[in-house]
């Protein structure tokens, strides 16, 4: 059973700079793909980023060039740096590792990231 904890969110003015991370225990880290979703207030969880084992990124059209994910397997982390955050990037963000053993699915906790004036 994989545990995924996020930390990083919190409040920032619109072009500023946030780095989110994702610890992971219990899984085979190296072998998992790992994703970052969000979830804005009355709106459905959208994939934000992903990055597979080989370090293949996958991005939202909408956050394209303004943020980057990367991952450290000796440390079974994930990061998600945002930059030049919009106003409409306001969501929870949630951690997201695909097991490339067992093929499950787990999820964080969730951090909340609040981009205003």
């Known amino acids: 059973q994989a545990q995924l904890v996020e930390s990083g969110g919190g409040l920032v003015q619109p072009g500023g700079s946030l780095r989110l991370s994702c610890v992971a225990s219990g899984a085979i880290f190296s072998r998992s793909v790992l994703g970052w979703y969000r979830q804005a207030p009355g709106g459905q969880r959208e994939l934000v980023a992903d990055?597979?084992?080989?370090?293949?990124?996958n991005y939202a059209g909408s956050v394209t060039g303004r943020f980057t994910i990367s991952r450290d397997n000796g440390k079974n982390t994930v990061y998600l740096q945002m930059d030049s955050l919009k106003l409409e990037d306001t969501a929870v963000y949630y951690c997201?590792?695909?097991?490339?053993?067992?093929?499950?699915?787990?999820w964080g906790q969730g951090t909340q990231v609040t981009v205003s004036s």
């Open positions: 990055i597979s084992s080989g370090g293949t990124r």
């Open positions: 997201n590792l695909r097991s490339g053993v067992t093929g499950r699915s787990y």
